[in-house]
């Protein structure tokens, strides 16, 4: 599609209604010239040059991707309205899409029933997961892996309830003997199970930690931020994604979602979705100055958030209009980025330089270099200057980022590495891009040859 011209179409859209409407003109205070503007803008566009190149197949280094052009016309022609999301009285148009796209979010993930919205990021979509765990179960607290992301102990601290982290087993999931034995002591009132997590990608056994949970009378909250969307490859053909913890979401109590990862959209646009409907009482509060054109739900009367961009919700259902959460749909871009995955963790595999540190369950790749002597110290300072090396490369960068890991869990795995010391730095690669599946024999290329140098 020819982005700029959309970009167009869109702020003809939105002129031709406002036309509907009795002329006027902008503010005196407002006005600046097209000259005045230029100097500006070109400055700000030389500042923005010092990113890094998200949109590349050479970044292959954090979650970060720019968002579909369906995603960014979206946005723009409904930010020049600029609506609020949250009351109708607010965003009328765009409330009423972001209920569709949630409810197409639910349908993803099989729930049957659903209470939800979009929100600004994965860690309020938490936030407000662990409030209602928090409501549901007083007293009682919330238990994570080890490896579950820094939001969950955080967020615990904000609400005042007690954070246990639970061990992981030797692929990074959430260790289900250590899970048993510390709900059996009933102090766990909810269990997050993170289905992918944020630095290997990897896939809490979300089937039996809900088997325990229920066994003890606790809830299961769902932390799929960024994986999430690979419940469109559960059990697809030679892509080696169990369907078992994917499937087992739909009898979870909640679950959350960031389309700003997966989902081809600008940040921010979170998501949490609760099973049980019911759940929006603890939302209920008195807002004397809102709510006031419709008896219908108003989305702020299931949010902790206030003001909430519609254009948020206008970018994902333009964008799910042509791209759905449908196995043909995302699922296809999911898919390439698995298989890049799986191709360069083949390469690594057979590599002399470069050492695979886990097979990715997702597609978030770990690996090290096979420093001389193989220590934790080396393999950390090969890490970091390899890092530094590939994004200093003018001709042919490789931006990369890198993963702290403990001794126990490097030697655990890699039994040849010497622990002399308590961590070190691997590499990780986010392949959330699905021109990355094209690229991953250069990607490699580059990575050994900085590997060996
Ligand atoms: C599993 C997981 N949960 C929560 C978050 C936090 O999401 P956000 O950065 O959108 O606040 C992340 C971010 O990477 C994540 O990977």
Redo the contacts with the bound molecule.
């Keep these: 599609m020819d982005l700029r011209s959309w970009l167009s179409d869109g702020v003809d859209a939105v002129e031709d209604w406002q036309a509907t409407f009795e002329p006027w003109e902008p503010h005196g205070s407002l006005l600046i010239s097209d000259e005045q503007f230029a100097r500006a803008f070109r400055s700000f566009a030389e500042r923005l040059r010092e990113n890094y190149p998200f949109f590349h197949p050479s970044y292959a280094g954090q ?1 970060l991707k720019p968002p579909h052009p369906a995603a960014v016309a979206g946005y723009l022609a409904a930010m020049l309205i600029n609506p609020n999301n949250h009351a109708l009285d607010g965003g009328p148009a765009t409330a009423q899409m972001e209920k569709e796209a949630v409810a197409q979010l639910a349908g993803m993930f099989g729930l049957a029933t659903h209470l939800g919205h979009l929100t600004t ?3 309020i979509a ?1 936030l407000e997961a662990l409030y209602i765990a928090r409501e549901l179960h007083p007293g009682r607290a919330v238990a994570y892996s080890a490896d579950a ?1 820094y ?1 969950h102990s955080r967020m615990c601290g904000v609400l005042g309830v007690e954070g246990i982290a639970v061990p992981v087993d030797g692929g990074g999931r959430l260790d289900l003997g250590a899970l048993d034995a510390l709900l059996a002591g009933g102090r766990v009132g909810t269990v997050v199970a ?1 289905a ?3 630095g290997l990608g990897a896939v809490d056994p979300v089937r039996e930690v809900l088997a325990i949970a229920r066994a003890h009378g606790a809830r299961v909250h769902v ?1 799929a ?2 994986g999430g969307f690979f419940t469109l490859l559960a059990g697809a053909e030679g892509l080696g994604i169990d369907p078992a913890p994917w499937r087992a979401i739909a009898d979870c109590d909640s679950v959350v979602v ?1 389309p ?2 997966h989902g081809l959209q600008p940040y921010g646009c ?1 998501a949490v979705l609760f099973r049980d409907p019911d759940v929006g009482r603890f939302y209920l509060h008195e807002s004397p100055y809102t709510y006031f054109t419709s008896d219908e739900l108003h989305l702020g009367e299931i949010s902790l958030e206030c003001s909430r961009a519609g254009a948020a919700a206008a970018a994902l259902w333009l964008t799910f209009q042509l791209l759905p959460p449908t196995p043909d749909g995302l699922g296809r871009v999911l898919a390439a980025c698995r298989r890049a995955a799986l191709s360069w963790a083949s390469l690594l595999a057979d590599s002399a330089v470069l050492d695979l540190y886990q097979p990715p369950e997702l597609d978030i790749v770990s690996y090290f270099p096979s420093a001389r002597p193989l220590t934790m110290s080396a393999i950390d300072e090969a890490s970091a200057r390899m890092l530094a090396e590939g994004m200093a490369d003018k001709a042919h960068p490789v931006f990369l980022s890198t993963l702290r890991v403990t001794a126990d869990a490097l030697t655990g795995r890699h039994p040849g590495v010497v622990g002399d010391r308590d961590g070190a730095r691997i590499l990780r690669s986010v392949l959330m891009k699905p021109e990355a599946e094209d690229v991953v024999p250069e990607l490699h290329a580059r990575c050994e040859r900085l590997a060996a140098s």
């Design positions: 979650m990021s994965g860690t938490n992301h939001t993170t992918g997590t944020t932390d931020a960024y960031d700003h990862k979170g």
